[in-house]
């Protein structure tokens, strides 16, 4: 089954692609790898903020990294001009926890993004990941998530 259809399948909406905030490019394809700069906790709402461990739980920093998720998977597509079919999979996360300083279940929360990527590309989704905490993120999110794939 195609990745698109695979993700209408399972009703998944891909957001608009955000613009970046600063001085950087939303993405970089270096031969058939690509590059996907942080991609900040964020719903139709607004931002999601908050330290997990103080503000936040376990589940809802799983959830704020699942949004980020979902933006990851905006940008590729946008760097795949709308075909999502080019990507072949997710290679690697780095994710950042907005957390106390005694908050150690990182994983747990990042857990929120790898579990929604492996549901919605399936063995494609499957990558090798780090989860660490942040004393602080951009503009007080939750999570932030940056992405390696490969593309077609």
């Known amino acids: 089954m195609s990745i698109s259809a695979r993700l209408a399948e399972k009703g998944i909406d891909l957001p608009d692609a955000s613009a970046p905030a600063a001085n950087y490019v939303p993405y970089v394809q270096v031969g058939d790898i690509l590059y996907v700069s942080g991609q900040i906790s964020m719903n139709a709402d607004g931002l999601v903020t908050g330290k997990v461990g103080a503000d936040l739980t376990v589940e809802e920093g799983a ?3 699942k949004l980020c998720g979902l933006s990851l998977l905006a940008q590729v597509k946008a760097a795949c001009g ?5 990507l072949v999979r997710v290679v690697k996360l780095t994710g ?3 957390s ?3 908050f150690t279940d990182q994983p747990k929360v990042i857990n929120g993004c790898s579990d929604f990527l492996v549901e919605a590309l399936g063995d494609g989704g499957r990558h090798a990941r780090s989860a660490v905490s942040a004393g602080a993120l951009p503009l007080g999110v939750a999570v932030e998530i940056e992405g390696i794939f ?3």
């Open 63 to 65: 959830a704020a990294a």
């Open 82 to 86: 709308g075909d999502m079919d080019r």
């Open 96 to 98: 950042f926890v907005n």
């Open 100 to 102: 106390t300083p005694d």
């Open 150 to 152: 490969q593309i077609k």
